[in-house]
């Protein structure tokens, strides 16, 4: 198998060089003209077959979709967009296609359409350019971690604890459906069904990364979270990928650094090693736009936005400075908010925190020291005793990105809280046990994958980051 990719092929000078090129047919022209697509690039190349030299048995077979071996010459290109094409000597068909059947036209289908045929999507550009650079970010998130010595740490999917006491768990069984363990009353009974333990798919990786952190130091986890949220937002899943470091010897401020430099980082390699398809985007995010009005549409141009965020310190400032930001705005006292800004103690809504990064400091914000009583009970008491070790990171256009916090490391102060919030021991015997055995002050965040790419690609959805979503209507494969 000689195969160039396309990717490849197209950096070439075309000098009369023999090829083999394998992909699927985008569009064919003038019964002479393949567009051929394999996927390294948006972009195709043109296979030319000569007029005559193909029977018309062969010719018909080549449609929309159908895929193709093709060996050919390296030549220049008469036609207009492109430096070279490919003269063919043969071609084979690998998989013939009823280009009528084929779901996807070669037109501009909307992001809805192609929800419903996730299973075909990736043979657009806009799919083609989202998951590549989802690749590329992945392998950034590896690179920033191991070149400053972090531990990966493989954190359980099958777990015994709700790390964020939120209840969003899905439960997981060993049982049968039939067999599964019932209450006198008809409902099911969940202290029995792991092995006669009650189990449920992570929420976090966070009490068990903390683990690896009090010995290895620094650690990371990388991997998927389920969250039984019954939400049809356009930044909530129930399956998404976390990245989530956790720090030995961090307070909060390291902990913000870190997480700054870490965005700006996959940020920079996706601009430095995914131009292409970042400038695809890039245009596409424009043409949507022509559709608004004027003051709906974005102020920056996508590359513009990421180049901006790499190059300027976040906003950082206090729970408490944003609250009064947010009661002082014109948009509370116009009652533009949804759900109006009463004052200190209340959660942020996502309205509230994207008007803080959109309208007034048009950046991303690192939002540290929130009530005690809106966070988990693993988070770090300030000493003011009312507010905690937390920060949030906001970015424009998206929200909440991060999740993080000094974690509490005092066993008394732990324990106290603990009982006030009702957590037993018990459950977290293990975990007590890093704050018995030379606890240490540390620190840690989780970073949203998926809200990551929905950021760096521009796109508004999230359904339209991730591969397969998973949402309350949609797990058919
Ligand atoms: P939100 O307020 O948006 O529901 P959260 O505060 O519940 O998020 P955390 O528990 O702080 O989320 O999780 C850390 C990060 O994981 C979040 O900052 C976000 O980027 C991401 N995240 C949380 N829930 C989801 C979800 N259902 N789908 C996709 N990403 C999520
Ligand atoms: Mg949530
Ligand atoms: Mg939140
Ligand atoms: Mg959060």
């Known amino acids: 198998n000689k195969r160039i990719k396309v990717k490849e092929l197209l950096k070439q000078e075309p000098a009369g060089q023999e090829v083999t090129v394998m992909g699927w047919v985008r569009t064919f022209r003038n019964n002479q003209f393949i567009a051929l697509n394999d996927g390294s690039t948006n972009a195709n190349v043109q296979v030319v077959a000569e007029l005559g030299k193909f029977d018309d048995a062969l010719l018909k077979r080549?449609?929309?979709?159908?895929?193709?071996?093709?060996?050919?010459?390296?030549?220049?290109?008469?036609?207009?967009?492109?430096?070279?094409?490919?003269?063919?000597?043969?071609?084979?068909?690998?998989?013939?296609?009823?280009?009528?059947?084929?779901?996807?036209?070669?037109?501009?289908h909307s992001l809805e359409f192609l929800r419903e045929k996730a299973h075909l999507?990736?043979?657009?550009?806009?799919?083609?350019?989202?998951?590549?650079?989802?690749?590329?970010?992945?392998?950034?998130?590896h690179q920033f971690f191991n070149e400053k010595g972090f531990v990966y740490l493989h954190t359980p999917i099958i777990t015994a604890s709700d790390a964020e006491g939120a209840g969003e768990m899905f439960r997981v069984t060993t049982l049968p459906f039939e067999n599964t363990p019932k209450n006198g009353d008809g409902s099911i009974n969940f202290k029995e069904d792991f092995f006669g333990k009650p189990t449920n798919l992570t929420v976090s990786g966070q009490l068990e990364g903390e683990l690896g952190a009090t010995a290895f130091g620094e650690i990371y986890t990388f991997g998927p979270t389920f969250r039984a949220e019954n939400s049809n937002t356009a930044r909530h899943l129930a399956e998404f990928w976390m990245i989530e470091?956790?720090?030995a010897f961090y307070d909060l401020e390291d902990n913000a650094n870190l997480a700054e430099e870490f965005i700006k980082y996959i940020i920079r390699y996706v601009l430095e090693n995914n131009r292409e398809d970042i400038e695809f985007l890039s245009q596409r995010m424009v043409d949507e736009e022509k559709q608004l009005p004027q003051d709906k549409r974005s102020e920056m141009g996508l590359?513009?936005?990421?180049?901006?965020?790499?190059?300027?310190?976040?906003?950082r400032l206090t729970y408490t400075e944003a609250i009064d930001i947010l009661k002082e705005s014109n948009y509370n006292k116009k009652k533009k908010f949804q759900y109006p800004v009463t004052g200190w103690g209340m959660d942020l809504q996502s309205e509230h925190e994207r008007y803080l990064v959109e309208k007034h400091f048009k950046k991303p914000v690192i939002l540290m020291n929130y009530p005690a009583s809106i966070k988990a009970f693993y988070m770090r008491m300030n000493e003011d005793g009312k507010t905690v070790a937390a920060m949030d990171i906001l970015a424009p256009g998206i929200g909440e990105i991060v999740g993080g916090s000094q974690r509490e490391e005092r066993l008394e102060v732990l324990q106290d809280k603990m009982k006030k919030m009702g957590i037993p021991e018990e459950e977290l015997w293990w975990y007590l046990d890093t704050r018995r055995f030379g606890t240490v002050p540390h620190a840690g965040f989780g970073l949203g994958f998926e809200r990551m790419i929905q950021f760096v690609t521009g796109m508004s959805n999230i359904r339209d980051v991730i591969a397969f979503p998973r949402t309350p209507k949609s797990a058919e494969f």
């Not at 979709?65 to 003269?87: C, D, F, H, M, R």
């Not at 999507?121 to 998130?141: D, P, Y």
């Open 62 to 108: 080549i449609t929309t979709s159908a895929s193709l071996k093709v060996t050919g010459t390296v030549v220049p290109s008469v036609g207009k967009g492109q430096k070279l094409e490919v003269k063919a000597a043969t071609i084979e068909i690998l998989g013939d296609s009823d280009a009528e059947a084929y779901p996807l036209q070669p037109k501009k």
């Open 245 to 247: 470091p956790e720090m």
């Open 303 to 315: 590359i513009e936005k990421l180049e901006f965020v790499v190059n300027n310190d976040f906003q």
């Open 121 to 141: 999507r990736f043979r657009t550009n806009t799919f083609g350019s989202v998951f590549r650079i989802r690749h590329a970010l992945a392998f950034a998130v």
